[in-house]
């Protein structure tokens, strides 16, 4: 409106988001005559919203409506007639050399990790991550931004590698990182809402690296499945520059945030196709599949009718994905739903929303068979990304030994008698 | 037993004394091991992205709000292509002048204009005041509502984001 149409303009947003506008309007050259109402403006009696009216913006103290006319009416200053567009420094690529205990300080106290210790990304130790791909260290992978309209940053393989040390992970993860990290989503984008994210991995690579497919895969019982959902987290904040409160909105937060819901899908025990070749892969391929969006409903249980009505129940802007028990597959294969892409669209169908299409609606096959569980979310398929490109010609080198305890498989009790002697070796 | 021969042989009680001091430096020495490792300086590499100068923008008229959140469909600009937004001039002042306020799709944002339109006519009734409410997503284009703007109005009050 301003430059284009030349029609000088009021605009405003709640005192919430003034630092949010300010910084982003400015990193653009504008210099916006804002006003800002207290907060909530949703949801509250209109009485509420004449008294924001006829008061006080309480970031400037000034009466709410002489800011809207002065927006309108005052004669432009210097620094608005003459705008610029900051450019932000180069960063270095080493920080400045210093003790262990003031860099972990450091990292933490600047914002740059996710509360939780951190491995210190050494020149050695990234050198070493670095031998988990062939790619040149300085290749560009992606840019990220958590935030739809701030400047995005710019992430190297060796950045990657990084955060990957920072996640405490080793070489033989970083296909699956760079492969989550070529995607360009941040784990964590800037919604009021507080969105959930979730990396499923697919083909040979899964087993390679030790992933969890089974009982507690989306649970902290597996090194691969935690350092590579942690390290999308870390790159979210790094590359995708989340600060909260600045950059980063979510009210709430979301819990899921710390490993995004990072696992295997269960190829063995799924009577379906695996997700990524019905996605278009080959089965002998490796892959990452990236899922957003904001609920998910625990403990339903497998029927066709069943996920019909969580359908129905779930506020969703149209999109679906189940993650499911292999039980619950093989309840609905007994159906007659032998391929997902028929129960899609019988979903889609008798769902009775405006909005549901049978692309939008996904199944994941994750679990240990203990039940015929189900969660539900209102999760969007995002993209599904190549891992294999990422590993190195000779193959990925894994550490077989270095791995948390297996998820014990107990079909029809055969391995009770083997209780006792497992406990005792852990204890 | 052994305390009349440790009287026997006081010697030997200095040997374990010197012994025990022996140990206490190594155990001392040992314990400062790692303090002293702390104290070294090491250096690491930087984990932020670099300034990529690629920017988001608003999406066109017709697409889907969730476009902004998918990298494949979110619509950027470079910043070579960043133009400074130079301001509109400003209205003498707003009497008898028509003021569009324009509802950008947030929850909250229509009856907070209603009231501001109210407030206008309580207060300010030489100015005429339009209401709209955009069309599309708050983050969509509309340029069929900027070129009735244009046309109509003298200036504009966008709200209320947040």
Known sequence: MEGEYGVPTAPIVTSRFADYVIRDGQSHGMNLRWSFPPYPVAWVPRETLRQYIEGDDPVTGVKLMSEVIDALSKPLTQAETNPQIPVRPKRPRLLEPDTEENLHRMFLTNGWTDGLPIVLPTEERVAEMLSGTDHDPQDVVGRMSVTTHEEMKEYTVEKVAVNAVMAGARPEHLPVILAIASTQHPAMPSSTGSYGSMAVVNGPVAQTIGMNSGVGAMGPFNYANSVIGRAWTLMSINFGDARAGETFMASIGNGLSFTNQCCAENEAKSPWEPFHVRKGFKASESTVSIFRGWNVVTLGLGTSQGLLQRIRTLDSMGTYTFVMDPLAVKTLNAEGFSDPDKLSKWLAEKSGSPFARPEGINFIVVGGETNPIVHTTDYVHYKTASVDKWIPAGGIKADAKLRMPAARECEDGLCFSGIASTAASRE | ?162
């Open chain 2, 1 to 162: 037993m052994s305390t009349s021969g440790f009287h026997a042989r006081p010697y030997l009680g200095w040997l374990v004394a010197g012994a025990v001091l022996i140990a206490s430096f190594l155990g001392y020495r040992h314990l400062t091991g790692p303090a002293a490792s702390e104290s070294k300086r090491i250096t690491v590499l930087d984990p932020r992205g670099q300034p990529s100068g690629v920017f988001g923008r608003r999406g066109a008229p017709d697409s889907h709000m969730m476009a902004l959140y998918d990298p494949d469909t979110h619509p950027t600009v470079s910043r070579d292509e960043l133009v400074p937004l130079r301001m509109a001039p400003r209205l003498d002042s707003l009497d008898n002048k028509t003021i569009y306020l324009v509802d950008t799709g947030f929850a909250g944002g229509k009856e907070f204009l209603e009231e501001m339109q109210a407030w206008f006519k309580r207060n300010m009734p030489y100015v005429k005041t339009v209401l709209r409410i955009k069309s599309g997503t708050p983050y969509s284009d509309s340029p069929e509502l900027w070129a009735e703007i244009k046309k109509n109005a003298d200036g504009v009050v966008f709200g209320v984001g947040g």
